[in-house]
C-alpha cells in the first residue's frame, strides 16, 4: 500500500511539474518544453533560400533530413548579432522538423506549472506574439515559448524578405581552459579580431578574371552553351574517375550516380524560377546534356568538359546575363536537396555545397 502511495505521489509530482530547455536570445532567457525538442546541435552549414523571409536562415542536412531553420533573433526583431557561433534546437512540428536557431543553450529545468503566469502586458510585443507564458524566476523572467505560435506561417512571412550569405562555422576547438561543465574555452581571435569562423571573402575582380581561361566571352547564354559543347583547343586525355582513389566522383557513387544527380539538379533549376530563364529560347536537351558534363568535370569525373570551361562559362554568364549570388545559392539548395534525399554521404553533400560556394566566391565579384 505504501509503495502504491509513493507511486501516486510521483506521478503527481511529474504532472504538476513542467521540464523546459532553457536558451539564451539576445540576452532574454527563453524556454521549450522538453517534450517538444527531437535535437540540439550547433549548425556547421547553413544553405540559404533564396529570397526568403527573413525568419527564414536556410535549411541544413540534419543526419541525412533536410530541416528549415528558423532565427528566433529575427522573430523576436533581434537582428544585428555579431555572434558567429549559434546552437539550434529541433523541434517537430506537423510531421517535419524545424531547427530554431538560439544564441545559446542553458540546462534542463523543471518549474512547478503553478508558477506559469500569462504574459503581461508591459512584455515585448513580439515575445508576447511568440510565447505562452512567463515564469518568474529568483534572478531573471523566462519567457516560455509556443512552437505553434513560432512556425505559424503568417507570422513568418510577416518578416521582410531577403537573401542571405550561406555560413559554414568551424567546430569550436578544444582548449585546455574547457570548464568543469564540459564546455570549450571560445576560440582564440585572428590577429585582426574577426571571430575565428570560415568567412566568405570576395577576390578582386582583376584575380577572378586572371584565374578564368576558355572561349573568348559571348554576349549571350546560348553562345555560352555553344562554346561549352566545343572541344577545348588542346584537349587532354581525362584520367578514369577510380584513378583517384577517395575522390567526390567516386564519393557520390560513380558515373552513373553523378549523371543521375545532375540530370536531377537540372530539371530542378528549370522549374525555379529564380534560374529557369538562363535557358530561354535554348535547346533544353542541350542544354541539359552540356550541364551533365561540366557537372561531371566539377567533381572530378571523366567528362567532355573541364573545369577551365565551366569557369569561363559562367564568367561571362555573370558579365553578361547577370548570374549572381541568388542563382548560386539556389543551385546548392536544390543540389543539397536532391543529394540528400538520396542519402547521399553527408560529407560528399558538404563538399558539393562547398564547390558551388567556392566558384561563387571567385566569380561573383561586389
Known amino acids: 500500500m505504501s509503495s502504491l502511495a509513493i507511486a501516486d505521489s510521483t506521478e503527481l509530482t511529474t504532472i504538476d511539474e513542467e521540464q523546459l530547455v532553457t536558451m539564451m536570445v539576445d540576452n532574454q532567457l527563453f524556454g521549450i518544453p522538453i517534450l517538444k525538442v527531437q535535437d540540439i546541435v550547433e549548425p556547421e552549414q547553413i544553405t540559404p533560400v533564396p529570397c526568403a523571409p527573413s525568419a527564414i536562415a536556410g535549411v541544413l542536412n540534419l543526419r541525412g533530413r533536410i530541416v528549415t531553420v528558423i532565427d528566433l533573433r529575427e522573430l523576436l526583431g533581434a537582428r544585428d ?5 549559434q546552437m539550434s534546437v529541433t523541434v517537430e512540428h506537423k510531421g517535419d522538423l524545424y531547427t530554431l536557431l538560439v544564441d545559446s543553450i542553458g540546462d534542463v529545468r523543471s518549474l512547478p506549472k503553478k508558477d506559469f503566469d500569462t504574459p503581461p502586458a508591459t512584455l515585448d510585443e513580439n515575445m508576447r506574439r511568440l510565447c505562452s507564458g512567463i515564469i518568474h524566476l529568483e534572478d531573471n523572467l523566462l519567457v516560455v515559448l509556443d512552437v505553434n505560435r513560432i512556425l505559424d506561417e503568417e507570422t513568418i512571412m510577416k518578416t521582410p524578405r531577403r537573401t542571405r550569405r550561406r555560413r559554414v562555422v568551424k567546430p569550436a576547438a578544444r582548449t585546455a581552459d574547457a570548464d568543469s561543465d564540459g564546455e570549450s574555452a571560445p576560440a582564440p581571435e585572428a590577429a585582426n579580431d574577426e571571430p575565428q569562423a570560415v568567412r566568405t571573402e570576395r577576390k578582386p ?36 574517375a577510380a584513378a583517384s582513389a577517395g575522390s567526390l566522383f567516386d564519393d557520390l557513387g560513380g558515373a552513373a550516380k553523378v549523371s543521375g544527380y545532375a540530370a536531377q539538379i537540372f530539371d530542378a533549376l528549370m522549374s525555379d524560377p529564380t534560374v529557369s530563364h538562363f535557358a530561354d529560347g535554348q535547346d533544353h536537351a542541350a542544354v541539359k546534356e552540356g550541364f551533365c558534363d561540366l557537372a561531371a568535370a566539377a567533381v572530378g569525373g571523366a567528362a567532355k568538359g573541364s573545369m577551365d570551361e565551366l569557369k569561363a562559362i559562367l564568367h561571362v554568364l555573370v558579365r553578361e546575363e547577370g548570374l549572381d549570388d541568388d542563382h548560386f545559392i539556389a543551385l546548392a539548395k536544390h543540389a543539397n536537396e536532391i543529394l540528400s534525399n538520396d542519402r547521399a554521404p553527408a560529407m560528399a553533400v558538404h563538399a558539393v555545397l562547398e564547390l558551388v560556394d567556392g566558384l561563387r566566391n571567385e566569380l561573383v565579384v561586389h
Open 81 to 85: 548579432s555579431e555572434k558567429q557561433r
Open 205 to 240: 575582380e582583376s584575380t577572378a578574371r586572371d584565374d578564368v581561361t576558355g572561349p573568348a566571352p559571348v554576349k549571350s547564354a546560348k553562345a555560352a552553351n555553344d562554346a561549352a559543347r566545343k572541344p577545348p583547343p588542346t584537349p587532354k586525355p581525362a584520367a578514369p
